[in-house]
């Protein structure tokens, strides 16, 4: 039986003393106070709906943190010779440099240096180790080029008794056929006997020479495998001593690389927030001993804050804000979101918000407060009416409107922004 929202004449905007009853127009209130001898009902305003955009936002305060910082830990321990920057000062990081049209690395500017002297001892060692190394792989080297030598040499007298043998083996070949040929000849008296004899002879002759031969094919046979076998052995001991020099290399490196730890090198530009260090402190090695600087980079700083629950739905990368800063008169600073941690902390139920502002005049500085107004829904064609027109009745939310006949009727509605 009530019509329609879009169809209502007015929103009565009740004061504090109306409450949620109903109430009347001046005349109807006049006429009924008369006739039943109260007094005077409270005058009220009415006002009609309206349709305009509104934005809900979320103010939140927020802290300012560097780009980027980090602890520096030395990763040599040493004592601390010398201290080259103190806080406040600018350093620079590493770079690359063109040299010969090529890429070249640039350390960090040098921030402390230290000294260990056992360190550099064992480095020396570890060298004194690789020459050695290199040394033995120079013999090594020798000794494989002369038992391939030995081998080759093995090789070259089997082949040569080899083609001996060959070479007599044809011989008592010929000689038996002619042996054969002689002794059928002297049977019929076409020879002497004397001349088949002496070609018997001839031919026992060259069957010996022939077993000497074989003799001398399985000797060079053993020499060559000999000799193969001590390359095979040369060979291995050769890439021993190349391995026990990779080994010496490595841990020369290895010292070398800690030895380079002893100078303190910034790791990126930016400017020292802390030093706690001086000349002659023992500095150890480790993330768990006391850093020595701490460097942080600020040409860009993040404003982190964290939105409720009931907001947190409504933020993403991309949302707008509005970062002021106390410190520096309410100046304000438009940005926009440019990260969240999208799970919300379990014991705050709050979303971490980061935003990250330009900072290359230095006017930013990391750990000041700041307030963040962050926006968190927008109705471009809402329906709007005062918030103290919406009343609660019964557990719903209402407004009083007046009807067609001048009598205030609750119209339940549904709450937007």
Sequence with gaps: MWRELSKLAAVLFLLLLSGCQAQVTDTAAADAGAAVGVAELPRVQTGRLQRKAI????????????????????????????????????????????????????????????????????????????????????????????????????????????????????????????????????????????????????????????????????????????????????????????????????????????????????????????????????????????????????SRVRVTTRVPEADAVQIGAGSAAVVRIPALQQKQFSGAVSRTSWTLDEQTRTLLVEIDLENTDGVLRPGMYASVELIVGQNEQALVVPKGAVVQHEGASVCLVVGADGVLQRKPVKIGL
Aim: charged letters at 25%; a negative charge.
């Design 55 to 298: 934005v809900q936002k979320t103010e939140q305060p927020g802290e300012l943190q560097p780009w980027l910082q980090a602890e520096i830990h030395p990763r040599s321990g040493g004592v601390v010779q010398r201290v080259l920057v103190d806080i406040g000062d600018k350093v620079q990081g590493p770079a690359a440099e063109e040299s010969e049209g090529q890429a070249v690395a640039e350390a960090g500017q040098l921030l402390a240096v230290l000294a260990a002297p056992e360190l550099e001892d064992e480095l020396r060692q570890k060298q004194a180790l690789q020459r050695q190394a290199e040394a033995e792989i120079g013999q090594a080297a020798a000794a494989v080029q002369l038992a391939r030598a030995s081998e080759h040499s093995a090789e070259a007298d089997e082949a040569e008794a080899a083609a001996g043998r060959r070479r007599i083996e044809s011989e008592v070949a010929r000689l038996t056929s002619e042996s054969r040929r002689l002794a059928g000849l002297a049977e019929s008296g076409a020879v002497t006997q004397r001349l088949a004899e002496e070609a018997l002879q001839k031919l026992a002759a060259a069957e010996s020479s022939l077993e000497e031969l074989a003799a001398a094919v399985q000797s060079a046979a053993a020499r060559r495998g000999e000799a193969r076998a001590a390359s095979v052995r040369a060979e291995a001991d050769l890439k021993a001593m190349e391995a026990r020099a990779e080994s010496a290399q490595a841990d020369v490196q290895r010292l070398q690389t800690l030895c380079g730890y002893l100078q303190i090198r910034a790791p990126f530009s930016g400017t020292v927030a802390a030093r706690t260090v001086d000349p002659g402190d023992l500095a150890q090695a480790g993330n768990g001993s006391r850093a020595m600087f701490r460097i942080v980079e600020t």
